[in-house]
């Protein structure tokens, strides 16, 4: 039986090496099967979001608190394909008062840019704000460019030239930080500013 196996194989050279080949590799895969890692779990949950576009949009932003933090509208939104944030064209915003009795400042700029969060906001090119009169506080006007704004904490910054007006006195200078709850301004480099008399009570 077994010098009839050695002449079938012996006569059949490419077939029995055909054969032996096909055992080797199935042996193979078994131990790879046996002793190899277990197989990654599929992390993916449903359909990527998609990108999208939105003409003449309105958008509102909460704190933590439940306070509003900011409203903006604008002629177009667009949120790019993987990237939750958000590109704005012209916004028109609100950077809403944290204290009663308190105005909101109203303010635009050529671009925005807000993270997916809605904490942080980028104003790109010109930038101008504006709050109005409010008890024996006179209305304020703040021009400057490239704003980067927390604002849920109500704080800015820029390092482009400011310069703000109220009232009759003028504030002027490169590079500024505000916190827009405690009406602090701080201007960093060349600063000029103007303050007339104060009229004295008869």
Known sequence: MIAALRLWFRDRKLASAIVLIALAAGLAQVLLWWMGPAPKQNDFVG??????TLSNFRMWSYNPQG??????????L???EGDDSLYIDSPVFDLASKKPGVPDWHGQSLYGWVDKSGSLIKLQGPVTMHRPPYADTAATDLVTSDVTVWPKENRMVTAAPAQMTQGASRMSGVGMRANLNDNHLELLDNVHATFPPRKRKS
Do not use: I, N, T, V
Request: proline share 16%; no cysteine; charged share 25%.
């Open 47 to 52: 359909p990527p979001r998609s990108g999208y």
């Open 78 to 80: 667009e949120r790019r």
């Open 67 to 76: 306070q509003l933090a900011f409203r903006m509208h604008a002629p177009q």
